[in-house]
């Protein structure tokens, strides 16, 4: 697999210059009723009140946004919608060949984007990441992040280099821990490997289900052994936070925005890639076969790529846009987070998630179930 981290990013920049009972939100605005649409199923949190109103007073088009919490929350609505009720969806590039396997999304037009807008390495890894599938483009690229290490400064301070995955799981994390079931595997899976502890190499998982059993059936006696430590599992954005803000979680394995969520309300959470390697991730929108305003969703594609919004939405969220400049335009807090997240090597040190294919979920879902029933 082709690795991508921020450097290569800047560099790329530098180079070219359920989900169906919740609430819409849509764009503020006085339109008529037959103004142009455009129907966005995205994660919660992705698009805030100034996002969507800066599209409608620049395009003119309304956009209505539903907001969904989980990859699988989205590709289960997907499926019972048959692929319809959605202009553009949101998935991670690594889950878009299940989207395909299903008939759930159709092929992007490459000519209708406009991809000088798109960080080169970001739209060349997105090929091996996922997002094209039998020569076929399914994704553009517009955002990445990780999930790492969420920890309270003052009961459980940590330090790049020493940082890792095996802190959630010893002995002075007992009782304060805060992990996603089947992530938390994978973050496992890195500590064990890393100290020689796996029967082969935990990237087999995802390419032969043979070796998943065997490496998962070790992972999973491992946590269920060491379960104790966790106070409280998380699904979500709102789970996570609450682990810290409410339920007394001092470290955990959590997405980025999770801690820069908690550090804006004052509290003393830090965020640090371990030295395992932070789980990466790349995002993007996907076209499903049943989109109305086909028009529209490129539209909003492109315009989503533009330097100013690409910063707009990485000041908001802390995840990082693909629009090429748009690193040149972020907030100062923005660029402190960054900057403490992933010091020294931390970005050539990534591991980005692996294409999960169909069978794989399902028995991932099987292990994680194990664990949190156990």
């Not at 500590?191 to 995802?206: I, K, N, T, V």
Request: with cysteine.
């Amino acid at each position: 697999m082709r690795s991508i981290h921020r450097r290569r990013l800047l560099q790329g920049a530098a180079a070219t210059a359920g989900a169906a009972l919740a609430t819409p939100f849509i764009a503020r605005g006085a339109l008529a009723q037959d103004a142009r649409t455009v129907n966005i199923f995205a994660w919660a949190g992705y698009l805030n009140d100034e996002i969507l109103a800066k599209f409608t007073e620049e395009t003119g088009i309304r956009a209505v946004y539903t907001p969904y919490g989980t990859n699988d929350e989205l590709l289960n609505q997907m499926r019972a919608n048959n692929g319809g009720g959605f202009d553009l969806i949101w998935p991670s590039v690594d889950r878009v060949p299940n989207y395909v396997e299903f008939g759930l999304i159709q092929p992007i037009d490459d000519s209708r984007v406009q991809i000088d807008r798109v960080l080169p390495s970001a739209w060349e890894s997105s090929t091996t990441l996922g997002a094209v599938v039998d020569g076929a483009r399914y994704q553009v690229p517009t955002d990445w992040g990780t999930e790492a290490l969420s920890f309270d400064r003052d009961q459980m301070p940590l330090e790049f280099g020493t940082a890792s995955y095996g802190d959630i799981w010893g002995e002075a994390a007992a009782g304060k821990a805060t992990v996603r079931g089947h992530s938390a595997l994978v973050g496992l899976g890195l500590w064990m490997e890393a100290e020689g502890r796996l029967p082969r190499p935990l990237m087999d998982a995802f390419s032969d289900p043979d070796a998943q059993v065997e490496i998962f059936d070790v992972i999973v006696a491992e946590a269920i052994a060491r379960k104790g430590n966790v106070i409280q599992f998380w699904s979500n954005e709102n789970e996570a936070q609450g682990a810290f803000r409410l339920n007394g979680a001092a470290i955990g394995q959590t997405w980025d925005s999770t801690a820069a969520a908690l550090a804006r309300e004052g509290l003393p959470i830090g965020y640090i890639a371990p030295k395992e390697g932070a789980l990466a991730w790349m995002e993007g929108l996907c076209m499903p076969v049943g989109a109305e305003n086909i028009d529209e969703a490129y539209e909003f594609i492109n315009w989503f790529l533009t330097p100013e919004v690409g910063a707009m939405y990485t000041n908001a969220t802390q995840y990082n846009s693909t629009a090429v400049g748009s690193d040149q335009l972020l907030s100062d807090e923005a660029k402190a987070f960054f900057a403490a997240a992933y010091p020294g090597d931390a970005l050539q040190n990534l591991w980005w998630w692996p294409i999960q294919e169909s069978w794989y979920i399902t028995k991932r879902n099987e292990y994680q179930d194990r664990f949190l029933s156990a």
